[in-house]
Nanobody
Framework: QVQLVESGGGLVQTGNSLRLSCVASGRPLSSFALAWFRQAPGKEREFVAGIAWSGSNLIYADSVKGRFTISRENAKNTVYLQMNSLKPEDTAVYYC???????????????????WGQGTQVTVSS
């Protein structure tokens, strides 16, 4: 079993930055694909960014390419999401997700992930 805990959310103005962290416990994350999803009020949970356990494959949603960066630090059992140039449409609850996987695999769908954090709220004011 894996427990995931996100932190780093908050209220920021347009154009500012935030870094989200997700710390895992229960099992080492070194063989897990990791991802960030987000869910805005009244909308479906959507994929934001993902990273393979090898670290060699990173995928981003078109809406965040060039602004967000996902990274992982296996020694700390942690995955990060650096969010720059934030926009009001980035406002959502952000969730980290994990699943065991092949070396270079990254899933884009929520159904492909077995473990989820409780979420952290990100609010971007205009």
């Amino acid at each position: 079993q894996v427990q995931l805990v996100e932190s780093g959310g908050g209220l920021v103005q347009t154009g500012n930055s935030l870094r989200l962290s997700c710390v895992a416990s229960g099992r080492p994350l070194s063989s897990f694909a990791l991802a960030w999803f987000r869910q805005a009020p009244g909308k479906e949970r959507e994929f934001v960014a993902g990273i393979a356990w090898s670290g060699s494959n990173l995928i981003y949603a078109d809406s965040v390419k060039g602004r967000f960066t996902i990274s992982r630090e296996n020694a700390k059992n942690t995955v990060y999401l650096q969010m720059n140039s934030l926009k009001p449409e980035d406002t959502a609850v952000y969730y980290c997700a994990a699943t065991t996987s092949r070396a270079n695999w990254v899933g884009l769908n929520r159904d492909q992930y077995d473990y989820w954090g409780q979420g952290t709220q990100v609010t971007v004011s205009s």
